[in-house]
């Protein structure tokens, strides 16, 4: 007689995340994120300017900026030295060489903010993100045929992502309105 298994009507079954996209929980320590929490506080963020619009998070780059304007990268400020940990944290999980993560990008996501559709711009290469604070939705698309291919995973505070391969260069990535106030710090490499 054949073994069938039985199926739960109800299981939620997540659906399969891009190639070149990593996810990992509990990557910054409790310690380490109280830290960059207070220096964060502390920085000159501006609304994000895109385009000649303002978005509804608020942002400041090291290493290198990004102009949406001239559509250049520009040399800035280096990166601070409370960022490095962090930056070191981050490299160790995505198998970068810290040295190469030239840009970080802190951005403050207040209660509604969201963030569209989006590719990084192809200046940069891999992409490493911590989150901080408080959870969000980390959506992934990409177009196969006339029809959308959708991942999505919950990012906690002191979690990781990464970027990469096909997960960087075929699929657009957005975050929904937040929940709650949420700092990211984005670490980029240059091409």
Known sequence: ????????????????????????????????????????GLLP?????????????????YGWKYDFDTDEVSRVTEIPPFLLPVRKLAATFAGIDP??????????????????????????????????LSSCTFRLRRRVGNKWERASVRVEPGSAYLLSGPARSEWEHSIPPVEQMRYSITFREIG
């Open 1 to 40: 007689m054949a073994d069938f298994a039985q199926l739960d009507l109800f299981a939620v079954v997540a659906p399969a995340l891009p190639d070149g996209f990593r996810y990992k929980p509990d990557v910054v320590p409790a310690d380490v994120q109280s830290d960059l929490l207070r220096e964060i």
């Open 45 to 61: 963020l501006k609304p994000f300017a895109f385009h000649g619009f303002e978005g509804k998070r608020r942002a400041t780059s």
């Open 99 to 132: 040295e190469r993560l030239q840009q970080a990008l802190v951005t403050e996501y207040a209660q509604g903010a969201p963030i569209g559709w989006h590719k990084d711009k192809k200046v940069f290469g891999r992409v490493v993100g911590v989150s901080l």
